[in-house]
């Protein structure tokens, strides 16, 4: 906002608590909690040689502290309470509901992730499992199933078999691009526990929000379950095999729970797209006569 922030008593926030706010990432500046700014202030008033009691006296003074209780000056007297601030500054000061769950969220995604991280190298508790994890991270790699459907493809006899097949090169495709474009987008690191000894990458492939391998599992499973004609086992085994491979990436140190917990989410979503949008020789025509010129 274009105004300055005011104290209760009308002054400029920044005379009120100028001698601990020297850091604008503190919640006077509007970048933290109570308990931090209480904590920093502290900090810097040790370093700078200050009496700690008193310092607390003052970050006490902040405005997140008057938030609950009304300032030192006005506890001890028994006059009218106090004005109320105006609505723009109590948004402004109380910490938002939303940022403290996206904290705790995010928290508790890294601590998780580290936890069931077990694979992550030879060392790791269930180092011996690696192999094997990484046999399951090549069933859901994008070369693979790109490479599989175009095989698919070249084989197929019939009409409505090549019609399926290039729907699922088309869903290949737009999945790559929209995790690719995600990627850039968040850039979230990998896990520090990572080895990146991954096979065959894209550049955007080193951040980790959303997995590739989640969206793909999520979207192919579900279009197998869609147009494959199957028996009860072996869709039990389809959906057992997504939700293993996206353990897996977890378990390897490759992604955090969020990153494959958002991937499922977005290839559930992807699959409705292509179902929207699905290609027939009706409205694609000039696809399928082109391939069949092949
Ligand atoms: C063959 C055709 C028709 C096109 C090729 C298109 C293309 C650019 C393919 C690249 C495939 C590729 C290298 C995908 C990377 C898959 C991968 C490692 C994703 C990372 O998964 P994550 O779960 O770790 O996020």
Known sequence: MASPRRSVEGRPLGASVSSNTSNPGSPAHG????????????????????????????????????????????????????????EEDRMDLNPSFLGIAL????????????????????????????????????????????????????????????????????????????????????????????????FVTLSVDKYSFPSGHATRASLVSRFILKHLVLAIPLRVLVVLWAFILGLSRVMLGRHNVTDVAFGFFLGYMQYSIVDYCWLSPHNAPVLFILWNQQ
């Open 31 to 86: 970048g933290g909690s109570s308990g931090r700014f209480e904590f920093q202030s502290l900090l810097s008033s040790r370093a700078a040689g200050v009496d700690p009691t008193s310092a607390r006296l003052r970050a006490s003074e902040s405005p997140v502290h008057r938030r609950g209780s009304f300032p030192v000056a006005a506890a001890g007297s028994s006059q009218a309470p106090p004005p109320s601030l105006p």
């Open 103 to 198: 904290r705790s969220l995010l928290a508790i995604d890294l601590w998780l992730s580290k936890k069931l991280g077990v694979c992550a190298g030879e060392s790791s508790s269930w180092g011996s499992v690696r192999p094997l994890m990484k046999l399951l991270e090549i069933s859901g790699h994008g070369i693979t199933w790109l490479l599989g459907t175009l095989y698919c493809l070249c084989r197929s006899d019939s009409w409505a078999g090549r019609e399926v097949l290039m729907n699922l090169l088309f869903a290949l495709l737009l999945d790559l691009l929209v995790v690719a474009l995600i990627k850039g987008l968040v850039r979230r690191p990998r896990p520090a526990h990572n080895q990146m000894d991954m």
